[in-house]
């Protein structure tokens, strides 16, 4: 049983605050993120002062949702509400401007999102792939993380300098891998953890595509936060999408949560370019045996279901993790992986 939001802030409606009030009442719980029986969300307090004397909040707070029906974990953060850190002269995190339909994104022939209904499918991994897969082939191409709450680019694809913004106006996003990319994370320091409501994240997600020197691209992959919210609605009903591509693994938990991401991007108006199913099968590097850890063919069925295009698999593999965690992609090395990339890139630039 998954435990429902409203169950989650009527406990966390009965945990009192020292100087008076509940976390609910005074409006200071954050991201709050259900994943199955996984419960995540963060207490920001106004000042780092009265963050210290919330120690106690943060433990009454995990025992209140600890203590629900159908909660297995939970992880809280206590932080102090600090305005999101700018580069160098350019503020980033703001309201949006306000704009008429939907824009192209200056000089950019495909902006396409990359969205998964589950987290932790693999989505940041098959972005970030793709993306090097995509510019091997010869192709302009840029990579925005827009994965406000759980920035992953930078490590992946091993950048942390920060964007330098020469007029306080534009910023120049790093190029690593043969690809430009800007991600929120690089406007952060170490762990800091962006703290946006609904409207600051659109302004962000503007910012981050209008204000970003891109040049010419002829594809900008966006990596979109897990499930549906602030930041898909902003993009497809902002910006002219060419299209979506849907990650998830073959499992039925991930498949019911990328349905509902499918059937998001279908309302919005946003074609769906193509299902792309990670972690497949696992390959015994020992002995050569393949499991399918998390069912078979899963998604080419979805997508076949659906009436979708199907773009292929991508094996769940030591050498993924270890090549996304050292910020070298395995689509920029010369394993079978990259090539199952390729494979991909080359059927994505057939449906453009
Ligand atoms: N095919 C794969 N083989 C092995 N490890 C993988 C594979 N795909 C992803 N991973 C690993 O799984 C973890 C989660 O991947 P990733 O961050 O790409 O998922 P995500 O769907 O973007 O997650 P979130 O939605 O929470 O941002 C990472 O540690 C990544 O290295």
């Given at each position: ?100 339909g939907r824009q ?7 902006l396409i999102a990359?969205g ?30 827009a ?55 659109m302004?962000?997600l503007?910012?981050?595509l ?12 966006v990596?979109m936060?897990?499930?549906t919210g602030d930041i898909q609605l902003t993009l497809c009903t902002k910006f002219e999408v060419r299209g979506a ?16 991401a499918?059937?998001a991007f279908q309302t919005l108006k946003t074609p769906v ?80």
């Open positions: 049983m998954t435990p429902m939001r409203e169950t989650i802030l009527e406990a966390l409606d009965s945990v009192a605050l020292p100087d008076g009030g509940t976390l609910v009442a005074r409006d200071l719980v954050r991201a709050l993120v259900v994943d199955g029986n996984s419960v995540r969300f963060v207490i920001e307090t106004p000042t780092a002062e009265i963050a210290k004397t919330y120690t106690d909040v943060r433990a009454a707070a995990e025992r209140a949702v600890a203590a629900l029906p159908g909660v297995q974990s939970v992880a809280v953060a206590l932080t102090a509400h600090t305005p999101p850190k700018p580069a160098p002269s350019l503020k980033v995190g703001r309201h949006p401007t306000p704009q008429e192209p994104v200056p000089g950019v022939t495909n990359i998964s209904g589950k987290g932790g499918v693999g989505k940041s991994t098959v972005a970030a792939n793709l993306a090097v897969a995509l510019a091997r082939q010869g192709l302009r191409v840029g990579l925005l993380d994965d406000i709450y759980g920035p992953s680019q930078p490590k992946m694809m091993g950048v942390d300098k920060r964007p330098s913004s020469p007029d306080g106006k534009r910023m120049i996003p790093p190029e690593a891998h043969g690809v430009r990319m800007i991600s929120i994370g690089l406007m952060l320091k170490g762990d800091d953890a962006v703290i946006w409501r609904g409207p600051m994240l302004g962000a503007q910012q981050l209008t204000q970003v020197e891109w040049g010419q691209l002829d594809v900008l992959l990596d936060p897990p499930g591509l849907v990650v998830s693994t073959p499992q039925d938990v991930a498949l019911l949560d990328a349905r509902k499918l059937r370019l193509g299902l792309i199913e990670n972690m497949s099968t696992f390959i015994c590097p020992k002995c050569g045996h393949e499991e399918h850890i998390f069912g078979d063919g899963g998604v080419r069925r979805e997508a076949e279901k659906q009436g979708l295009p199907f773009l292929g698999e991508l094996p769940l593999s030591l050498e993924v993790r270890l090549a996304g965690d050292g910020g070298v992609p395995v689509a920029a090395t010369d394993s079978p992986v990259a090539e199952a990339y390729t494979r991909i890139a080359t059927q994505m630039i057939a449906a453009l």
